[in-house]
């Protein structure tokens, strides 16, 4: 295994090498038939550092396909962290997965090429790269185009699910245990849990069991901005605002969005598509909590025009980027996890002359409502915001047929929060374009300004602290506790023993800790380069030995099997 992570490379942008100039100047959008020949291209170009496997199908039966780079593919080395990018879960939102088929070949063009930072990388890293995770989501985009594609258009799967609403709601848990001195880490999953979510979303999950992921970023569209947990307020009482909600890793993920940021082309600058982000990053809820949209949703059935939320989260306000066509969503409360069901149709809005008579031609052309409900009592509704006049209005829209059938169900938590309350992985969201389907043109430009920023993150999966905890017959143990003070969340280590926990530099108390074995504490003092080692040896407990500590006082409510393949 190669090491040596004590230069960070934050500059050089490995330009002029084998074969780049000629990828970003040649970049087109590829359907899923391109998409899988370009993949298991980049295994036969590069076979014995590549691996293609899929983690489940689709709804319509399409492979979700991962391209694993390894100095062993195939293999989970000891003490060697596992890395995921995830493109394209939200099918209209296109940019990620183009930038992951790039970035495939670019590991595997610099490899070949001898560039000691991807070697390195490669080496010492085991990466995995799913471009699609909602491939029946993209060809239904695809096949309006990026000029006329609407801003729902493929959002969801097949079944119109949104699958950025698909995971099981762990957040309400977590903060229940925040004032119970409950469990951090690794929460249970609702019962029946499998046949709550959707095909997609269910193989997404098995991966994450599958792995043990350390770091992971989630490629979205609609704006420019590097998103970080949590997504979901504490308080869904606080209606018309969003409140901060702050991870007991707040500190490490803010400094794992700005790697992103600052090392990519623009998103530093904060000002992209009209909205202003501070060093170009943003806490989920603070931009637009979950918690506030399910309970709009609850509320707030009415029509409403989707040309420019802000994007990952679904805050809509009327600002067409076409003034001939437009996006209607319909939406209906369900009784599963508080969530919504949502249909979209695309109406043509041509010679119309004002948003109120725009609302009043889709009442007439698209519901049986009667003409009482006109232009000005919709945008009342719509734009006051007040609950009243939203549940006025839902009552009547129902009662008069404006939702109809074939709805899709959404659940309030997104992928980046359920990564860090189930798995031992940090994630954040990265959203990466205005636009969410730019043209074939934009390309090139959007992969050079992103390519050095997906190389830096990647990188960060190298920091902090690293090690193997062994029993007194220095056999490792899989499923012990790694908890450090004054940071309540804890991390596991795999089934081999190893277990990885991101750490900004400084001094900390670490202690392993596991069922009938006395818990052992170390101080280490992490540095800003790789990850520092720090092994543990547990000694058997005796028999009458009472243990005292907290993480056993906490209910072990978990049954995830988490751990490398």
């Known amino acids: 295994m190669w090491l040596g992570w004590n230069i960070v490379w934050l500059g050089a942008l490995l330009i002029g090498l084998n074969g780049t100039v000629a990828w970003a100047s040649d970049i087109q959008h590829h359907r899923y038939e391109e998409l899988v020949r370009a993949l298991f291209a980049v295994q036969s170009e590069c076979p014995y550092i590549t691996r293609i496997y899929s983690i489940g199908r689709s709804v319509e039966g399409r492979h979700l396909y991962v391209l694993e780079f390894s100095d062993t593919p195939g293999i989970h080395e000891a003490m060697e962290p596992e890395f995921k990018y995830v493109g394209n879960m939200h099918g209209n939102e296109v940019l990620g997965r183009e930038l992951l088929i790039q970035l495939s070949q670019f590991l595997c063009e610099e490899y070949r090429a001898g560039n000691q930072r991807i070697t390195r990388l490669i080496h010492d890293t085991r990466i995995h790269i799913l471009p699609t995770m909602n ?148 806490n989920g809820a603070s931009w637009y909590s979950l918690s506030k949209a399910v309970m709009d949703s609850w509320c707030d059935f009415e029509n409403r025009i989707l040309e420019s939320e802000p994007p990952h989260l679904q805050k809509m306000t009327l600002r067409p980027k076409r003034t001939d066509r437009m996006d209607v969503v319909f939406m209906k409360p369900d009784s599963f996890y508080g969530a919504t069901r949502t249909r979209v149709r695309t109406v043509t809005t041509r010679g119309l002359e004002n948003e109120s008579e725009l609302r009043d031609h889709q009442i007439k052309e698209h519901t049986n409502m009667p003409t009482t409900i006109r232009g000005d009592q919709w945008t009342k509704g719509w734009k006051t915001g007040r609950t009243k006049r939203k549940r006025m209005f839902a009552k009547k829209a129902e009662s008069h047929g404006l939702l109809g059938s074939s709805y899709s169900v959404a659940l309030p938590t997104g992928m980046q929060d359920f990564n860090y309350l189930y798995t031992n992985c940090f994630e954040i969201t990265l959203e990466l374009s205005c636009d969410k389907f730019p043209p074939a043109s934009a390309l090139s430009r959007e992969w050079l300004g992103n390519r050095e920023a997906l190389i830096s993150f990647l990188e960060q999966v190298h920091h902090g602290i690293k090690g193997m905890v062994y029993d007194n017959n220095n056999n490792p143990i899989g499923n012990a506790e790694i908890s450090v003070a004054g940071i309540n969340h804890d991390v596991t280590t795999g089934v081999d023993g190893d277990y990885f926990r991101l750490l900004l530099p400084g001094t900390y108390s670490v202690t392993a800790s596991t069922s009938g074995y006395l818990p052992s504490t170390s101080t280490v003092t992490v540095g800003p380069a790789e990850a520092i080692q720090l092994h543990f040896y547990l000694k058997v407990a005796p028999k009458d030995t009472n243990l005292t500590q907290s993480h056993h006082s906490k209910k072990n409510l978990s049954s995830a099997k988490v751990g490398p393949r």
């Not at 990026?146 to 995971?167: K, M």
């Not at 998103?227 to 794992?256: E, H, V």
């Open 135 to 282: 491939p029946d989501g993209y060809e239904v985009a695809a096949k309006q185009g990026p000029e006329f594609n609407g801003y729902l258009v493929g959002r969801g799967n097949s079944r119109e699910v949104d699958l950025n609403r698909n995971f099981p709601d762990l957040n309400a848990l977590m903060y229940y245990y925040e004032k119970t001195n409950g469990r951090n880490h690794h929460l249970p999953l609702p019962d029946n849990w499998e046949h709550q979510v959707e095909l997609e979303t269910l193989a997404v999950i098995k991966w994450m069991q599958n792995y043990n992921f350390v770091l992971s970023a989630n490629l979205h569209g609609g704006a420019v901005v590097a998103n970080y947990p949590f997504d979901k307020s504490r308080d869904p009482r606080i209606r018309g605002k969003t409140t901060y909600a702050t991870t007991p890793d707040d500190k490490i993920f803010k400094k794992l969005a700005r790697t992103y940021s600052y090392a990519h082309s623009w998103m530093h600058k904060g000002w992209n598509c009209g909205d202003f982000f501070d060093e170009g990053i943003t």
